[in-house]
T-cell receptor
Framework: DAGVTQSPTHLIKTRGQHVTLRCSPISGHKSVSWYQQVLGQGPQFIFQYYEKEERGRGNFPDRFSARQFPNYSSELNVNALLLGDSALYLC???????????FGPGTRLTVL | AQKVTQAQTEISVVEKEDVTLDCVYETRDTTYYLFWYKQPPSGELVFLIRRNSFDEQNEISGRYSWNFQKSTSSFNFTITASQVVDSAVYFCALSEALISGTYKYIFGTGTRLKVLA
């Protein structure tokens, strides 16, 4: 079975632009979570979605938003990009909200 | 507040040596889960183990073993007879219950393991 997939792999944007990152969960998984990992740190929780509803939000500004689609795939949107948004964005899926989260390869975002 | 501490920033060992990665956590939850993930240079976090707070049995999987001690809030990870392919950053993580009834994961800062041939 395919694992979690994310697109694009890499992305370069300039300050002030917006970006959309995409994630497809493992087949049958209903929950998707997003994490931000800056260089040298552990991942930080951004959002969790389950059955298209937001079930958790981390300490990130309103410039960050996400949604989940009927097929359980998800998008993470970041508006008004800042240099500090440069990071690896990881998507994780789980069967149900309390099950183990399995991570995708991430999208590496560079903001210039 | 929930917190995971991995005090070892980087460890270097020679192939075939045993190595232990330390993880200490703080939590206010009575029920929680602990995890270890491996992050190779490709960036993907690879799940290794999940442990329930009520299950303090140690676990062994091949060359990997985990020691969970609730009394010291530690969940250490040992690799026996290390191999070059074990080189990666290893993260310990703790579940934190959210108001919605779901969990988010709190990660430590990771330990970079270098296994030299």
């Amino acid at each position: 079975d395919a694992g979690v997939t994310q697109s694009p792999t890499h992305l370069i944007k300039t300050r002030g632009q917006h970006v959309t990152l995409r994630c497809s969960p493992i087949s049958g998984h209903k929950s998707v979570s997003w994490y931000q990992q800056v260089l040298g740190q552990g991942p930080q929780f951004i959002f969790q979605y389950y059955e298209k509803e937001e079930r958790g939000r981390g300490n990130f500004p309103d410039r960050f938003s996400a949604r989940q689609f009927p097929n359980y795939s998800s998008e993470l949107n970041v508006n008004a990009l800042l240099l500090g948004d440069s990071a690896l964005y990881l998507c994780a899926s789980s069967l149900e909200v309390r099950d183990t989260q399995y991570f995708g390869p991430g999208t590496r975002l560079t903001v210039l | 507040a929930q917190k995971v501490t991995q005090a070892q920033t980087e460890i270097s060992v020679v192939e075939k040596e045993d190595v232990t990665l330390d993880c200490v956590y703080e939590t206010r939850d009575t029920t929680y889960y602990l995890f270890w993930y491996k992050q190779p240079p490709s960036g993907e976090l690879v799940f290794l183990i999940r442990r329930n707070s009520f299950d303090e049995q140690n676990e062994i999987s091949g060359r990997y073993s985990w020691n969970f001690q609730k009394s010291t809030s530690s969940f250490n990870f040992t690799i026996t007879a290390s191999q070059v392919v074990d080189s990666a950053v290893y993260f310990c993580a703790l579940s934190e219950a959210l108001i919605s009834g779901t969990y988010k994961y709190i990660f430590g800062t990771g330990t970079r393991l270098k296994v030299l041939a």
